[in-house]
């Protein structure tokens, strides 16, 4: 969030800075005066607060997460089940062969600079430099608004301690001394004239209490041309709402103070802000020789007013460059203002230009908040569904402009997915597939694809039950639990209330829960089931997306054991493929779940402490290693690690294996199901997804 949050706040206040460059390059120009610079850097300001207001709104889905990215277009808007209802069970018993899964590992690392660099990136996405960062942030950003909340406070004061004018001088004060324009006349009406403390005339405007202009004791000597310049300046400023937006300015420079940017902004605007006030003055008709005698007279001896005690407050005398703005007040050729219509034109520009930089990313998957629903949502929680019931995704191959140069281009990877798939789906017997290739560390989609018989593979990927790959989740919360790796396990066979039996397709006999995830032994991981709160396991799933998965689990309800094992064998219940294989990135993060988005930049959650996460993903890596494991047909993958499952359906078997392998660009998780027709056959994750993951990995990861 914290990145996504910095980098919109930026590219609004770039954009507010170039506007604002730009009217400088041509400040020649007799259009282009201070009244107008000061305008479009006030239209910035606002803006860039506008900006970053929504982005800190969660993170609540108000707006996109990266500010880096493209159009809201190339978003990845996988979609809910049309019209809510059931999904019909298409599962026979709670017999499986064997199960899912991926485990994960640190990323690999890249020798040179490139490879300091992507473990820099790494640890500057790991969520406790991110805490730090956040900490630092709140504290600098409380400082100063501390510091502004003091000056307030102190320019309240000055009101308050300031004396009302006798009324033989209240008179030499009517509206029309120094009122130039009518509209100065109205604002003499609402504006009191106090006399202060100070040595200089002050607008003293804060933001809780009365506004005044506060004269010097000595404006009694003043002669009464200075005394009206004097005021036609500090009601210029007030007509013009010079405090509300000095005030906006140093509050955004207060909150953004890591960036130059907002420093230089805001000087820049109390700077124009004086600039401006004088050109509306000599453009009301005020003298311009002794509107410049007025500030020069101003500006001498004590007469200037520390600037820090007036955070809202305007003194003729103070302001920069007081040389080139008497220049300018003099100057032969004074600047015109823009016509309403070029001005509207300009400040509608600027702002825009604001929101689409500080706005240009594509709207992350956000997480379903409906009941039972485990699947990724699109663009501010909109949701479209295809024709046929199945989840839509758009095509995450469109290249992003501005995006990190990859090892091999998406529109190559979903070419490669699309040969691939095409190719499973002509195999005999085979009714479907379906791909998933995600980055692990930043949740980026590769590719997300199905393919039905007969049928081009398209970005819609049905909901499907997972089989065993659920069983490391079971494993995961059993250990957050304190269960014990080393306790051993009875094998046999096991019986359900309902009375279905559950075993294994061979007898493990007594085994440790890494033989259990080694083997996709159903018996055990029931067992462990068995022990285990339920409260825990769906708060697991539940953090992991996996919102059907999580129902039988529900705290508050009547635990129905039969319902529970076979939910946990992946029989009951169906998940979405990108949701699952999402889900597998958990272990490869140490403990954090990372949104899958196509941008790469999802948020970020500590779903499983990093001692937990290390133990799955030995457990994931042992069924590769391990010579009774199911996924050993994917050693030929040195770094693979990952999870089998085979459910039965009413026409056949499916096939599954999530797992993952280290590359160079760092560890990719792919999720692989492959259905085929009849339950006849070697037709088993093991066999036949496992096979299918090594030459999807080959094909598609450098």
């Not at 210029?236 to 140093?250: F, G, K």
Request: hydrophobic letters at 45%.
């Amino acid at each position: 969030m914290i990145y996504d949050v910095m980098g919109r706040a930026s590219l609004a206040l770039a954009a507010a800075a170039i506007a604002y460059a730009a009217l400088v390059a041509f400040q020649r120009s007799p259009r282009v005066g201070a009244r107008v610079r000061h305008r479009v850097l006030s239209v910035g300001t606002a803006t860039t607060l506008l900006v970053l207001a929504l982005s800190v709104l969660p993170h609540w889905g108000v707006l996109p997460s990266n500010p880096f990215a493209s159009s809201t277009a190339d978003a990845v808007g996988v979609t809910r089940a049309t019209g809510g209802g059931a999904i019909p069970e298409s599962l026979t018993d709670a017999a499986s062969a064997d199960s899912d899964a991926l485990s994960s590992g640190a990323v690999a690392a890249r020798p040179g600079l490139s490879g300091f660099v992507q473990r820099a990136m790494t640890i500057a996405k790991s969520s406790g430099l991110q805490a730090a960062l956040l900490a630092l942030w709140v504290l600098g950003a409380a400082a100063l608004l501390v510091r502004l909340i003091a000056g307030e406070r102190r320019l309240a004061a000055l009101v308050q301690s300031s004396k009302p004018l006798p009324d033989a001088q209240r008179a030499r004060l009517s509206p029309s001394i120094g009122a130039h324009s009518a509209n100065d006349e109205a604002t003499a009406r609402d504006v009191d004239v106090r006399i202060g403390v100070t040595h200089t005339a002050i607008l003293a405007a804060p933001l809780l209490g009365p506004t005044a202009i506060l004269l010097p004791p000595a404006f009694l000597d003043w002669p009464q041309t200075r005394l009206g310049l004097v005021l036609a300046h500090e009601r210029a400023h007030l007509r013009r709402a010079d405090p509300t937006w000095l005030r906006l300015s140093l509050a955004l420079r207060a909150l953004l103070f890591w960036n130059p940017l907002a420093w230089y902004l805001a000087a820049r605007l109390r700077r124009e802000a004086e600039l401006a006030t004088d050109e509306t003055v000599v453009a009301d008709g005020a003298n311009a020789s002794d509107y410049a005698e007025m500030l020069l007279r101003a500006a001498v001896g004590d007469e200037r007013v520390d600037a820090s005690m007036t955070t809202a407050g305007f003194a003729a005398s103070t302001g920069p460059d007081l040389v080139g703005r008497v220049t300018a007040i003099l100057d032969a050729a004074p600047a015109r203002d823009l016509s309403v219509r070029w001005q509207r034109a300009l400040f509608g520009a600027t702002a825009l230009g604001a929101l689409l930089l500080g706005c240009a990313a594509p709207a992350d998957n956000r997480r379903a908040e409906q009941d039972g629903s485990d699947i990724p949502q699109g663009p501010a929680g909109v949701t479209a569904t295809a024709a046929n019931g199945s989840e839509a995704l758009p095509d995450s191959s469109t290249e992003k402009p501005g995006a990190p140069q990859r090892a091999m281009h998406e529109r190559e990877i979903r070419a490669r997915a699309t040969r691939l798939l095409t190719g499973w789906t002509e195999r005999p017997g085979v009714r479907s597939a379906r791909l998933v290739v995600l980055d692990a560390t930043s949740g980026r989609i590769l590719t997300a694809l199905q393919s039905t018989l007969g049928e081009a593979p398209v970005d819609q990927l049905d909901l499907v039950p997972p089989g065993s790959t659920l069983k490391p989740f079971v494993a995961a919360a059993a250990l957050e639990e304190g269960f014990d790796r080393r306790d051993i396990l009875p094998g046999g066979t096991l019986e359900l209330p309902d009375g279905v039996e559950i075993r294994d397709y061979t007898d493990h006999g007594p085994i440790d829960l890494d033989a259990v995830i080694a083997r996709s032994s159903n018996v055990g991981i029931a067992r462990v089931l068995q022990s285990l709160p339920a409260r825990r396991l769906h708060r697991l799933l539940s953090d992991l997306q996996l919102r059907r998965a999580a129902n039988p689990f529900q705290p508050g309800s009547q635990r129905d054991e039969s319902a529970m094992v076979r939910a946990t064998l992946g029989q009951s219940v169906r998940v979405h493929p990108l949701t699952l294989a999402a889900a597998y990135g958990v272990f490869v993060n140490g403990g954090e779940w990372v949104e899958p988005t196509a941008s790469g930049n999802g948020a970020r959650t500590r779903v499983l402490t990093v001692e937990t996460a290390h133990a799955l993903r030995d457990m994931l890596r042992g069924a590769v290693t391990r010579s009774d494991g199911t996924a050993r047909r994917a050693r030929v993958l040195e770094t693979a690690a990952g999870k089998t499952g085979t459910v039965k359906t009413d026409t056949g078997r499916r096939a599954v294996f999530v797992g993952w392998v280290e590359s160079a660009p760092g560890p990719v998780i792919a999720y692989v199901d492959i259905e085929v027709e009849g339950h006849s056959g070697d037709v088993y994750g093991g066999s036949t997804a496992v096979p299918a993951f090594v030459e999807a990995v080959e094909a598609l990861v450098p």
